[in-house]
């Protein structure tokens, strides 16, 4: 034999002699192959190291590939052999086939090469973890002024928005983010929507292997807007001069504020706050309404008020005066010489408007308002309902009251019955009734009134017969029937009766025409021989007078008619009434 020596390729040259010695040679190139393969092992995407620990992700395979020796000696690769997690490599059908696993978690690889002299290479041993879970996007950071409403977060244009995201296993590779409707790119900072309205701000992130999350959207609303504020009176009284309003020390404001849409079709973030300063005062956050202030004067109150995203509204103010002196007292006089108490006094003096209320107290008794629900603007009072009434003295207090509810002391007047003049009045439909006036109407509307007498007493007759009567000082009756009517009216006054009465009528009846020719009943179509005496006659209860015209002239009850044809005689009657 001979030995081919040194790995490689050699050229064995064989020679021979035969029996005459000639001599034969032949030459053999051999290879010399003592290496076994070598095997490796390739992953199609992304595979990290992380502490000695090689991870790769979901989607991966692993493909195996071999060398043999040196090129010129190599007999080359015969089989490749694959075993997984602990089996040995006798596979082929792996070797063939890209690797992939399904199940997350660690695994090996065995592979192993056989070149064809049936030398098999040292068996390589890959172990990977499979990293199957995705990372996951983290909540919403916010910077600058912000609000969370719900699920929806409110920030100033100024606000801008982080992300984060974490990974159980090989760790985060890179954070993308979308606004609204773009495009996804690289987080590297926190981001700001400028633009007032509704935005969505989208992130997803990506492992180191490759594993993907899902995207997660964060809705957001950038306020640009501050609320609006109302200065409102809230209780108490007030009197607007121009641009300044008078106050009392009792009168309280309020704040109201609302906050406008972010956008149209929007809400806004809310009113935070409301704030304001009185004068010279400290700047105060408003909770229930709040004075002007207790000392007399000119006051300026600053307000304004903050949404949620600290959008402040520009101070606005408004002047007030604070007035918290009464009116002048009311100098009182009387004048009973009516029959009722009219009362007058001097205007007050005070830098507003003032009306007057009038109040009465009979014998001491309990004080009576009687200028009425509305106060009085002018300075004049007529108490109608004093006289009529028994009583010792009446004290009548006056009390000036200006525009912003202060109140005078009273000014003060006593009556007493001997300061009143008796007056008696009967009215017919709101008009004084004159002795013996008639009446045409359905009905009349008579009326008495007893002043500065006490036991006032009123009778209505008809014909002789009382059909009303009444002891108060004012009475109404009615009278719709015809006839004679009399009115009686009386009281007494210091022991003394005094009366009035009263005589009308109430006819309805016109006045009855008679006319006669020659003597007899005139009778429509005769005709009469001239001359034609003609006479004519009114009857009536009261007092009838006719008139008559013959062809539209003059004419007397008695005449004669001397002229032939035809002729027109107009008579008409009226009655006292």
């Not at 008495?448 to 002891?471: E, K, N």
């Not at 719709?480 to 009035?500: I, M, N, R």
Request: charged letters at 15%; glycine letters at 12%.
């Amino acid at each position: 034999p001979c030995p081919a020596g040194a790995e490689g390729e050699h050229v064995i040259v064989a020679q021979g002699a035969d029996g005459v010695g000639l001599l034969a040679a032949t030459t053999f190139v051999v290879a010399a192959d003592g290496t076994p393969p070598v095997t490796s092992l390739m992953p199609s995407g992304a595979v990290v190291v992380l502490n000695g620990v090689t991870y790769a992700g979901g989607g991966v395979t692993f493909s195996v590939g071999g060398t043999d020796g040196p090129a010129v000696a190599a007999s080359g690769v015969a089989r490749l052999l694959c075993g997984l997690d602990g089996a040995l490599p006798r596979s082929t059908f792996y070797a063939d086939t890209p690797i992939a696993f399904i199940a997350g978690g660690a695994h090996t690889i065995v592979h192993q090469g056989v070149d064809r002299l049936g030398q098999a290479g040292v068996p390589m041993t890959y172990r990977v973890t499979l990293d199957l879970a995705p990372p996951a996007v983290g909540d919403l950071s916010v910077f600058g002024p912000t609000v969370t409403t719900g699920v929806v977060v409110y920030g100033a244009p100024s606000a801008s928005y982080g992300v984060t995201a974490s990974d159980v296993g090989v760790g985060v590779g890179h954070l993308d983010v979308r606004k609204d409707d773009g495009v996804f790119s690289l987080y590297t900072i926190p981001v700001s929507f400028l633009e007032p309205g509704a935005h969505v701000l989208a992130a997803r992130a990506t492992d180191v292997v490759g594993n993907l999350s899902a995207v997660r959207e964060f809705p957001l609303v950038t306020d640009a807007a501050p609320p609006v504020t109302v200065l409102r009176v809230a209780s108490g009284p007030w009197h607007a001069e121009g641009d300044v309003t008078r106050v009392s020390p009792a009168t309280r404001l309020s704040l109201d504020a609302t906050d406008p849409e972010a956008a149209p079709g929007t809400a806004g973030s809310g009113v935070k706050e409301r704030r304001y300063e009185v004068g010279d005062g400290a700047e105060t956050g408003y909770g229930s309404p709040f004075p002007v202030g207790t000392v007399d004067g000119p006051v300026t109150v600053k307000y304004f008020s903050r949404d949620h995203v600290l959008n402040k509204e520009s101070v606005k103010q408004a002047r007030f005066v604070v007035d918290g002196t009464p009116p002048t007292v009311p100098n009182v006089v009387v004048d009973a010489s009516t029959g009722d108490v009219v009362l007058s006094w001097v205007p007050s003096t005070d830098e507003t408007p003032v009306v007057y209320l009038v109040y009465r107290t009979v014998d001491g008794g309990a004080q009576t308002l009687v200028s009425g629900a509305e106060p009085l603007a002018g300075n004049a009072f007529t108490d109608a309902g004093a006289a009529g009434t028994a009583f010792a003295q009446i004290v009548y207090d006056v009390v000036a009251v200006d525009a912003v509810g202060n109140r005078s002391a009273p000014g003060t007047v006593t009556v007493r019955p001997e300061d009143l003049t008796p007056r008696l009045d009967i009215l017919a439909d709101g008009e004084a009734l004159a002795e013996g006036a008639y009446f045409t109407g359905v009905s009349v509307a008579v009326e008495t009134h007893v002043r500065g007498a006490v036991r006032p007493s009123a009778s209505l007759f008809r014909d002789g017969t009382v059909v009303a009567a009444s002891f108060q000082p004012d009475a109404a009756f009615t009278a719709d029937q015809e006839g004679e009517y009399h009115v009686e009216l009386s009281g007494v006054k210091g022991g003394s009766p005094v009366t009035l009465a009263r005589t009308f009528t109430v006819d309805r009846t016109p006045p009855a025409i008679a006319i006669t020719v020659n003597g007899a009943p005139f009778a429509a179509g005769v005709s009469y021989v001239p001359p034609a005496t003609v006479a004519f006659a009114a009857t009536d209860a009261h007092g009838p007078v006719a008139i008559a015209t013959l062809d539209g002239a003059a004419f007397t009850s008695g005449g004669a008619v001397t002229a032939a044809g035809p002729h027109v005689l107009t008579v008409s009657a009226q009655d006292a009434a």
